[in-house]
């Protein structure tokens, strides 16, 4: 692959480093794309910390992306509400309209119809901050902005891949933290915890685990029942955590799978007028179509993660039997 | 586990849970509550608002009642006072229309007895006159042709003739 090739890279807007990279042996597209949907490697972090209890607490892409996802959005809602309240006559203006209506349709659709009109105070924060944070964290992947960086840093100030940059070091791994299952198990876990909580402050600690399962039938339905009961209470967060990141994970792939075919296409013709011609027919079309629906899908599943949430903590305290 | 895809990464995990938890600390305690309670409040403020426009409404129809009540009073009260005023110069009227009718009538009748005394007494002057003027002329007769008999006799006759003649 020439630099032509890597350009090319560029116009695709992704890393034109793995591209370059990838000259010397070819162009291997699923390492790529791995590389793309993955966290960043362990053995090299953005910020080296000392392992507590076995455990490496080692800054990674994906720590780094909650982080500035966190921030940001504290920083977002928590000053635009400061705005508002200031306010002598509180009137909402542009962003504040958004964010009363994302509040009063997460408390009115979401959390009221499923919690209870005595429990929705207790727990709409933590479903408002469940649908923004992953939301946020779906949007930002969607975003090539560390490709844009890459390319500010081989193009513009000129350093090599293995260069030691600040740059250069955050390159390396996706932008979704959401397509990490380490990410969504840690946000499924405090669902997992939610649901006991809000059972518990319903029915009381030992009501709650008596509300597993319904009382007053048979003994030997029981030897069936309590397992399953049991099994269940895992299998909610257990399918939640993969919902949301396979489906992060699969449309990522499925965009890069479709930009790959620029560099495969060149390098089986070793042409790059052909890569370009495939990419501007037939990859430009189909990626920005599935990037379409990607748009469509991160909304979703923020929103299917926090409906969910809801709808099992309702179920704690509302019991049905 | 080669695949990056499924690597356990217990850091990240924790990473995750402790990010979360403190943003879901911070914007409960600086956004969510305060602006659950904006809300609430609003919706309260609007609702009483609302209220208050339909009192007030309500009270608006009560004044313009009260105030159309009080025109038509009013209204009826002027013409009460219009018809009684009307009444008493009438009785006013009628009274003065009566004195002077009876004035009018005392005149009359007064002006009648001054005409009979008058005529009376000019009745009793010509009497009078004519008496003298026929003594004079029968006198002037007498003296040539008739006696003393003769006159008496004639002095008789006239004085019944007069009183025949006199209107009684």
């Given at each position: 692959m020439t630099t032509q090739h890597a350009e090319e890279a560029q116009q695709a807007g992704e890393h034109a480093a793995d591209a370059a990279h990838g000259a010397e042996e070819g162009f291997n597209a699923g390492e790529v794309i791995i590389e793309h949907v993955s966290n960043s490697s362990l053995d090299h972090p953005i910020i080296h910390l000392p392992h507590i209890a076995g455990i490496d607490f080692s800054v990674t892409k994906h720590v780094m992306m909650i982080w500035l996802v966190a921030g940001f959005l504290f920083l977002v809602i928590t000053m635009a509400t400061r705005a508002y309240l200031k306010q002598e006559r509180r009137i909402p203006t542009g962003f504040m309209n958004g964010l009363e209506w994302l509040v009063q349709s997460i408390r009115d659709s979401i959390v009221l119809p499923n919690?209870?009109?005595?429990?929705v105070n207790t727990w709409t924060p933590l479903m408002l901050t469940l649908f923004v944070f992953i939301l946020a964290c779906n949007v930002v992947g969607l975003i090539p902005m560390f490709a844009t960086l890459g390319m500010v840093d081989r193009?513009?100030?000129?350093?090599?891949?293995?260069?030691?940059s600040l740059i250069n070091s955050v390159l390396?791994?996706?932008?979704?933290?959401?397509?990490n299952y380490n990410v969504t198990a840690a946000l499924a876990t405090i669902t997992f915890f939610s649901i006991m909580i809000a059972g518990t402050m319903a029915h009381g600690f030992v009501k709650h685990w008596k509300n597993l399962v319904p009382s007053g039938l048979a003994k030997p339905v029981y030897a069936l029942l309590i397992p399953i009961e049991l099994m269940g209470m895992f299998v909610k967060p257990f399918a939640l955590t993969m919902r949301l990141a396979a489906n992060m994970t699969g449309g990522h792939i499925a965009i890069l799978s479709i930009l790959s075919l620029v560099f495969l296409f060149a390098e089986i013709f070793a042409s790059a007028a052909v890569g370009i011609g495939v990419g501007v027919t037939l990859v430009l079309p189909l990626a920005v179509g599935i990037s379409a629906l990607e748009i469509i899908v991160v909304m979703v599943q923020a929103y299917v993660f926090t409906l969910l949430t809801s709808v099992f903590i309702g179920m704690a305290i509302n019991v049905h039997h | 586990m080669d695949n990056p895809l499924v690597q356990p990464d217990p850091g990240l995990f924790i990473w995750t849970i402790l990010t979360f938890l403190i943003l879901l600390g911070l914007l409960a305690k600086f956004a969510w509550a305060p602006l659950l309670k904006a809300l609430d409040e609003r919706q309260a403020t609007i609702r009483k608002s609302l209220d208050d426009a339909d009192a007030a409404q309500q009270e608006l129809a009560q004044l313009q009642e009260k105030s159309a009540q009080l025109i038509a009073e009013a209204r009826a009260e002027g013409q009460s006072i219009v018809a009684k005023s009307r009444a008493a110069a009438e009785v006013v009227r009628e009274d003065l229309h009566q004195k002077a009718k009876t004035e009018a009538a005392a005149m009359v009748q007064a002006a009648e007895r001054q005409i009979q005394q008058e005529t009376a007494r000019a009745i009793q002057q010509i009497r009078h006159e004519v008496v003298d003027l026929s003594l004079s002329v029968a006198s002037k007769l007498i003296k040539k042709n008739l006696t003393a008999e003769d006159n008496d006799a004639l002095i008789q006759d006239s004085l019944i003739q007069i009183d025949a003649s006199r209107p009684s």
């Open positions: 919690v209870g009109a005595k429990f193009f513009v100030l000129g350093n090599s891949p293995e260069s030691e390396h791994g996706g932008t979704t933290a959401t397509a | -």
